[in-house]
């Protein structure tokens, strides 16, 4: 049984860090591509980064470039999202999604697979 696991989501003031992690089991990450997406209320679920299997090739919405990181432990099936200067509108509930295979975009309608969701408000 596939699952994605969230963690590391908090209350963080304006300018401060946090680092997500999605944690899977019941398959390898090795051959699957994963995505960050998040959901604002009253807001649709966007694309935050993904990061493609076999070649790592990354992709990042521009309100994100500079300040996030994606990566991927393939050895502990975990990806990480790494959030530095964060603003008060990156508040938002963030979730995990993978496909299998390569694939490069970041796009929430091609990701099948996803996680519960773990809360990011940045508020001070």
């Known amino acids: 049984q596939l699952q994605l696991v969230e963690s590391g989501g908090g209350l963080v003031q304006p300018g401060g860090s946090l680092r997500l992690s999605c944690a899977a089991s019941g398959f390898t990450l090795d051959y699957y591509t994963i995505g960050w997406f998040r959901q604002a209320p009253g807001k649709e679920r966007e694309g935050v980064s993904c990061?493609?299997?076999?070649?790592?090739?990354?992709d990042y919405a521009d309100s994100v470039k500079g300040r996030f990181t994606i990566s991927r432990d393939n050895a502990k099936n975990t990806v990480y999202l790494q959030m530095n200067s964060l603003k008060p509108e990156d508040t938002a509930v963030y979730y995990c999604?993978?496909?299998?295979?390569?694939?490069?975009?970041?796009?929430?309608?091609?990701?099948?697979?996803w996680g519960q969701g773990t809360q990011v408000t940045v508020s001070s």
């Open positions: 990061i493609s299997s076999a070649v790592d090739n990354t």
């Open positions: 999604a993978v496909r299998q295979g390569f694939y490069y975009y970041c796009l929430t309608t091609e990701y099948p697979s």
